[in-house]
């Protein structure tokens, strides 16, 4: 039997951002407005620039660009850069004197005040957005409705919003079930003393079977994604040491200078000289997280979101080909008694437009248009996402269904799927098309765990001044202390209130200060 693949995101993207909440309203066709809004005929095609770093088109005048071309009497200009030095790129472009209409890419909401004030970015007002993007504006303000957040910069709107609501569920730990029996466990642990306690197991018990001691309780995310980094102990502690949050007095803070994260810090060192943390933690990233699992080296995994787990998932897959029993567990009941589970939150940085677009009312006004169509129409998000129906995708009721000439090959570039949407996997109302009733079942079990807390940030993707000037300096800061924390370089007494005072007067306490501010206009 011929073995069929569901695309399960943003096509040609390992979806650490993944698919949004299913169920909302927007969906449906809006053929009438097509026509109410191709020119085609009637005038010279508009021309469009489109940058993007991902998913890029194996060539111009792909099937899914004519597509939109012919549908909307424009003309694409296709602007590829490579994800790995897009910013790169993108600078360089900006120094010729060149500005895409459609700036497609993975900037940081500080990128968005630097290009705002450097006059690269067209403001967009909120209005406009509404009026032409209706259906969209709705499902996303559905998801949150503090969606424009990002994109609010100096009393005005640089773009159009995006989230992500995938974002807004947490990390969820996993274990290797063969593991778990071995060591006399028949559900994962539930709290911290019953994780040491497994962790400890599978160091000293010999869990894989094979008569040596070669095994850790896990190793963590210190080389791509420090934010990530034992996020579940942390979490317990309710803190997530990357984000703002409120203290017991009602005052914005931030998670890496808590007495929480001390803690952690102090739990996680503990465990480190008892050797159940794999000491190569430090250069590990996501895809040694998962070779390392799957090669016996380690029995849990913690930078998984409920989609990774799954069994198309990141982790999910590879576990079930290699014949290891992926167990999701819950989060970890902390000192107070409380489950927490760290999430990245689903806002994200709006959708940007180069600063020529502020003058040019008609294809601004086409591009939302676009951008409309490609996100609340049915045949525009599904061509636009999955490429040409009977060739890439087949449908399944409402499930698109990768073909067997699409699953690992090129095809979908070839077809430009993925390019010109800068939302696929982002729509909550399109969601139906990429989730099977089995897999929003998955995550159903997985999410909708009874007094868990989920963390998030409270400025999340916010755009902040001192942020933008200060945030990398501070993550680099925090990066090397918790490393040395964690190993033992460092203490976590006068060590750790000598990075919170280097912390604070590096800009953290001007990153404070600003976010006080805004905590106390959005409650006023």
């Known amino acids: 039997m011929k073995q069929k693949r569901l695309l399960t995101g943003m096509l040609g993207i390992v979806l650490s951002a993944s698919l949004l909440v299913s169920g909302c309203s927007g969906g449906g066709s809006t053929d009438n407005s097509t026509e109410e809004i191709s020119d085609k005929g009637t005038e010279k095609p508009i021309e469009i620039s489109i940058a993007n770093n991902w998913n890029i088109p194996k060539a111009d005048n792909n099937y899914v660009q004519k597509f939109l071309e012919e549908k909307f009497n424009v003309k694409f200009k296709n602007i590829s850069f490579e994800t790995a030095t897009w910013k790169e790129q993108f600078n360089v472009m900006l120094a010729s004197g060149q500005i895409p209409d459609i700036i497609s890419v993975d900037g940081t909401v500080g990128d968005v005040v630097q290009w705002a004030d450097q006059g690269i970015l067209a403001s967009v007002s909120q209005e406009e957005i509404k009026q032409y993007m209706p259906k969209y504006t709705a499902d996303v303000e559905s998801v949150d409705p503090n969606a424009w957040d990002p994109g609010t910069y100096n009393g005005k709107n640089w773009g159009v919003p995006k989230v992500w609501g995938e974002g807004a569920t947490g990390f969820i730990p996993a274990y290797n079930g063969q593991w778990l ?180 009312d008609a294809k601004r006004i086409k591009i939302l248009q676009i951008l409309e169509y490609v996100t609340t129409d049915t045949e525009g998000y599904l061509t636009t996402v999955f490429g040409e129906k009977g060739n890439s995708y087949n449908l399944e009721g409402e499930l698109a269904v990768v073909t067997e000439a699409a699953a690992g090959t090129e095809l979908m570039s070839e077809l430009g799927a993925g390019f010109y949407n800068p939302f696929g996997a982002k729509v909550s109302s399109m969601m139906k098309h990429h989730y099977s009733p089995e897999k929003l079942a998955f995550k159903e079990k997985l999410t909708n765990v009874e007094d868990v807390t989920v963390l998030t940030d409270l400025m999340q993707s916010t755009v902040m001044t001192t942020k933008a000037q200060y945030e990398a300096i501070l993550n680099t800061l925090q990066a090397q202390y918790y490393i040395k924390a964690i190993s033992g370089e460092a203490n976590t007494d006068k060590d750790f209130d000598d990075f919170r005072s280097q912390w604070l007067n590096s800009g953290g306490q001007s990153e404070l200060d600003e976010a006080q501010q805004i905590y106390e206009e959005r409650n006023k």
Do not use: C
């Open 181 to 360: 029996k071995a060591i006399g466990y028949n559900e994962p642990p539930k709290d911290l003393a019953e994780l040491e306690d497994v962790l400890t197991k599978f160091m000293n018990d010999d869990p894989d079977g094979n008569g040596k001691k070669d095994t850790y309780g896990l190793t963590g995310r210190g080389k791509d994604a420090q934010a990530q980094l034992f996020n579940t102990v942390f979490a317990a502690y309710g803190v997530a040491p990357y984000q703002f949050k409120l203290d017991a007095n009602g005052k914005v803070t931030y998670g890496a200078i808590t007495e929480e994260a001390r803690n952690a810090l102090k739990l996680l060192n503990e465990w480190y000289k008892a050797g159940i943390i794999d000491p190569e933690f430090i250069t590990d990233g996501n895809s040694e997280i998962q070779t390392k699992f799957v090669s016996l080296r380690t029995g849990i995994i913690e930078t998984g979101m409920w989609h990774h787990l799954y069994d198309d998932g990141y982790f999910g897959l590879i576990s079930k080909d290699k014949g290891i029993e992926l167990v999701p567990g819950v989060p970890f009941a902390g000192p107070d008694g409380k489950k927490y589970a760290m999430a990245n939150g689903a806002l994200q940085p709006p959708l940007l437009f180069g600063a020529q677009l502020e003058k040019d």
